[in-house]
Structures are given as structure tokens and as C-alpha cells.
């Protein structure tokens, strides 16, 4: 018998949000982690806020529903409340009943300034570390580093000679064109009217230079999680500095001797001299004229080493196709940093719950 299509919709529904969800939806697992984490870190927003005053959107809620703008790939703030507007399976993740209101997107950017100041993306990427290491996920001994850039931002027409910057801007029309052909543009005698903090930079020889970041990774090599990262401006030596930064890091959490691997970039005799005072081995790949020799390479260890590190490609790339890192869409270090954190908290829960389905089956 055919099925009449009445058209007239249901005033009440009596299944709820919960039974909706599939139990081996992959979002369960992502959702536990993340509560659990939260839940670690609920005194530490009970400090961010007053004890006084109406109540705000718990911190709780925007964090999740930064999670799922991650995990789904959701390009802005304004994208992300309409999913959440019908979407039941985004609001079971948030911690949204069916029938509560949507908040503005402009609480993203009035809450965004509280999160930084006190450090959230940094203590939540930490408890994630922590997570994976509790589960036995993580080694003490062998790491990968390496750096990658993310562009600003800023457009290079921003680009202008410092001295010129607080000139009257011509009347012309809102976007003109720019020729900057013949032109000597260096970051010491310009900078960006848009993003101060992002500098002029070029991946090498006979590429454009653009303004970017330098976003930084630290991996372990048992499953390829990232245990540290950061973010710095452009510059010549931002790779090597932020390693040593991330080591020291490492090195106060273990007495161990440790590996690090990394590209040839870190074959300078500083960070080499460096990382030998920290009691660390320098896995570095070799180049012409470079401080590794034969005291290094001839162990076995080496060539494992070598090949495990261009696992943090993979890492690179995840962030930077789902988790929107190719391109800021923050002005400013530390929002940009703030944003790459997570992204990258994303990914380790994304690996952590990957890696428990297949120690399961």
C-alpha cells in the first residue's frame, strides 16, 4: 500500500537527542575524549570567569563547537552556527538541546580574547599529550621536527614602506591595482598595514615571497602524534630556534638520551653544538659540507630515523586541508597560534581514536 505524503509536520517528537546518535558513530569516542578533558580543565575556566553577573555560554560549548568546525572543515564562525541551528548531530556534540537558541557568531570573536589569556588552546593540547601518554601511545626517546609555513592573512598590497604608512591614503577605489615590479620590498624597511607581526618570506630560490607564519611540530615516532608545537614569525633561523625551544621541553619531562630527526635545514654546526650540550642525537639529514659525519650515520638508528620523520608530512597536511591552517584567518600571532593548537589537538584525537580501533579488532 503506497504511503500518503501528508506534508503536516509533528509538533512533539518523543525520541531524544541521544538515541538519535548511532553508538558506533566515530563523534562518541571524539566526544568522551573531549569531555574528559574538559572536565580536567574546569577549574581553570572557573579562574577566567566572575562569580558575579548573568551567566555566559559555558566555555565548555565553544570549545566543542571549535572542535567540530575542525573536524568538519567549517570555514567560519558564521557557517558553523547555521549547522548548529539544524543540525541534530552538532548539537548533540556541543551540548545543545533541540530547542535551545543558537548563539551569534560575534561570541566566538568577544570570547576569543578571554581563551588566550588564559593559555586554554595551549592546557587543552597539553591534556591531550597527556591523554595519549596514559594510554602507553607515546615514547620517551626518539622525536621528529620540522617547520611549515602558513600564509597570512594580510594581503601583499598591506606590504608599504614603514615611513609612508601614516600618510593620507589617496582617494582611488577600494582595491586598486599595485605594481610592485623594480621595487626592493625588504621586512626591514616595510611591513603590513593589516598584520604587523606577519613578514615577508619565500619556501626558496625562484619562489614568490609572501607574508606568512612559520607554524613548528614536534612528533613521536611511535604512532606519528604530535607532543609539542608552536608558532613564529618568518625568519631565517625560526626553525631551528623553535626546535631547541620544543626540545628543552622534552628533555624536562625525561633523563633519557633522545633522538631527533629533521630535515637538512638543522644541519648547521649551532643547532647540531646545541642539541649534543642537551644530550640529544642529532638524526639530521646530511648535506654538503654539513656537521653530520660517519659517527652518526653509521648507526642503524639513523636510516630508521630518516625514514620515520617524513611522517610529519602527514601531520602537515591534515591541518592544512581539514584543519584549515594553510592560511590564517586570524590577525596576529597569537590568535593564529591559538587556532593551529587546536587544530592540532584535533588531530591527535583523531589519531588516538584511530589507533584504539585498531589495537581493538
Sequence with gaps: MRGEDSGQSQLFSYISIEERIPETHPLREIREMTDFVLERMSRKFGRLYSRYGRPSIPPEQLLRALVLQILFSIRSERMLMEQLSYNLLFRWFVGLNPDDPVWNHSVFSKNRDRLLRGEITNRFFREIVALARNHELLSDEHFSVDGTLIES???????????????????????????????????????????????????????????????????????????????????????????????????????????????????????????????????????????????????????QSQRIRKRIEESFGWLKTVGLCSRSRFIGLLKTEMFVMLSASVYNMVRIVNLQQCEAT
Design 153 to 303: 592573512l594580510a594581503s601583499l598590497k598591506s606590504f608599504q614602506p614603514r615611513r609612508e604608512r601614516k600618510a593620507k591614503k589617496p582617494r582611488g577605489p577600494r582595491n586598486p591595482d599595485v605594481d610592485f615590479r623594480g621595487q626592493k620590498r625588504k621586512n626591514d624597511t616595510h611591513g603590513s598595514t593589516t598584520d604587523p607581526e606577519a613578514l615577508l618570506y619565500r619556501k626558496g630560490n625562484g619562489k614568490e615571497a609572501r607574508l606568512y607564519y612559520t607554524g613548528h611540530a614536534l612528533m613521536d615516532h611511535r604512532h606519528g602524534l604530535l607532543v609539542d608545537c608552536c608558532l613564529t614569525q618568518s625568519k631565517g633561523t625560526a626553525e631551528r630556534d623553535a626546535a631547541a625551544k620544543m626540545v628543552r621541553r622534552i628533555r624536562a619531562r625525561t633523563k633519557k638520551r633522545i633522538t631527533l630527526a629533521a630535515d637538512k635545514a638543522y644541519d648547521t654546526r649551532a643547532f647540531v653544538s646545541k642539541m649534543r650540550a642537551l644530550r640529544v642525537t642529532p638524526h639530521i639529514a646530511q648535506r654538503v659540507n654539513g656537521k653530520i659525519d660517519r659517527r652518526t650515520t653509521r648507526h642503524p638508528g639513523y636510516a
